[in-house]
Antibody, heavy 122, light 108 residues
Framework: QVQLQESGPGLVKPSQTLSLTCTVS??????????WSWIRQPAGKGLEWIGR???????NYNPSLKSRVTISVDTSKNQFSLKLSSVTAADTAVYYC??????????????WGQGTLVTVSS | SSELTQDPAVSVALGQTVRITCQGD??????ASWYQQKPGQAPVLVIY???NRPSGIPDRFSGSSSGNTASLTITGAQAEDEADYYC???????????FGGGTKLTVL
């Protein structure tokens, strides 16, 4: 059973770069046809898709964040990572990694990591 | 604002049936998936595709779709079903996933 776990600093200063890693266990990040994704949720608010990296290494980002986001993969460590540059207080949120499955007109996110809170503050 | 619209809050009496809806143009072309989120926890997939439940999800959860509206129905709501529910599909371009704003379900 595939499991995901986020890791990274819980506090980032304004204007700096937020960096998080998602470790995949129970299966290879390189196998299958999956979209390894990042999603965030500010306190008391809804879910926002940030972006994803496909098994092949191709990426796709939320247009509203595209200029600041980079998602990469390290297959040797079975991990994928998120970098969000020039952060502000508005980027304070719980960040989740999740596996997205697409089958024709159907898509879903499963499983999800437990989430990690990142606070942007000086 | 999200391209998928959900009612902010819905309530249901214990044991009764409740429907949570999600509206958006992309739902005419793509199925929605549904997630349950309890306080302090990560979202959990409850319905995907036409009407598929992952292993471990009770059969009181079901999904349906008509036109631009997807629905999550809980038949015989239990106290443990009190949670936030989010729908997910694609944006109007079809290129990116998007979530609805979420519905807070209260079981009375």
């Amino acid at each position: 059973q595939v499991q995901l776990q986020e890791s990274g600093p819980g506090l980032v200063k304004p204007s700096q770069t937020l960096s998080l890693t998602c470790t995949v266990s129970g299966g290879s990040i390189s196998s299958g046809s999956y979209y390894w994704s990042w999603i965030r949720q500010p306190a008391g608010k809804g879910l926002e898709w940030i972006g994803r990296i496909y098994t092949s290494g191709s990426t796709n980002y939320n247009p509203s964040l595209k200029s600041r986001v980079t998602i990469s993969v390290d297959t040797s460590k079975n991990q994928f990572s998120l970098k969000l540059s020039s952060v502000t207080a508005a980027d304070t949120a719980v960040y989740y990694c999740a596996r997205r499955v697409v089958r024709g007109v159907t898509n879903w996110f499963d499983p999800w990591g437990q989430g990690t809170l990142v606070t942007v503050s000086s | 604002s999200s391209e998928l619209t959900q009612d902010p809050a819905v309530s249901v009496a214990l044991g009764q049936t409740v429907r949570i809806t999600c509206q958006g143009d992309s739902l005419r072309s793509y199925y929605a998936s549904w997630y349950q989120q309890k306080p302090g926890q990560a979202p959990v997939l409850v319905i995907y595709g036409k009407n598929n439940r992952p292993s471990g999800i009770p059969d009181r959860f079901s999904g349906s779709s008509s036109g631009n509206t997807a629905s999550l129905t809980i038949t015989g709501a239990q106290a443990e079903d009190e949670a936030d529910y989010y729908c997910n599909s694609r944006d109007s371009s079809g290129n990116h996933p998007v979530f609805g704003g979420g519905t807070k379900l209260t079981v009375l």
